[in-house]
């Protein structure tokens, strides 16, 4: 059987306010660039999961956890590319 890890948000980094949420699909450029600092980490609020967002080896990964359980981790070079992602596989509202 083959086992792999599923990346987790690094427990080290500070929390932040919510970067974007499905309920008006808005990001906060804001908070983006201060992620680009790799010293933090923020929320992406969802109806059918919720993620945990922050930027390392220069590019943001995405944290999907659905009923309190890890499921996946999304990783891209934007964090317009993690919504879309985020939002086909796990849902838009």
Same mark, same amino acid.
């Given at each position: 059987?083959?086992?792999?890890?599923?990346?987790?948000?690094?427990?080290?980094?500070?929390?932040?306010?919510?970067?974007?949420?499905?309920?008006?699909?808005?990001?906060? #450029?804001?908070?983006?660039?201060?992620?680009?600092? @790799? /010293?933090?980490? $923020?929320?992406?609020? %969802?109806?059918?999961?919720?993620?945990?967002?922050?930027?390392?080896?220069? #590019?943001?990964?995405?944290?999907?956890?659905?009923? @309190? /359980?890890?499921? $996946?981790?999304?990783? %891209?070079?934007?964090?317009?590319?993690?919504?879309?992602?985020?939002?086909?596989?796990?849902?838009?509202?």
């Amino acid at each position: 059987m083959e086992q792999y890890v599923i990346e987790e948000c690094p427990q080290k980094l500070e929390p932040i306010p919510e970067v974007m949420s499905n309920f008006d699909h808005v990001i906060d #450029r804001e908070i983006e660039n201060k992620l680009r600092e @790799g /010293k933090y980490c $923020s929320s992406y609020t %969802a109806w059918n999961f919720y993620g945990f967002i922050w930027f390392e080896d220069n #590019r943001f990964k995405c944290q999907i956890n659905q009923y @309190g /359980k890890h499921i $996946s981790t999304l990783e %891209a070079d934007t964090i317009d590319e993690i919504m879309n992602e985020a939002c086909t596989n796990y849902g838009s509202d």
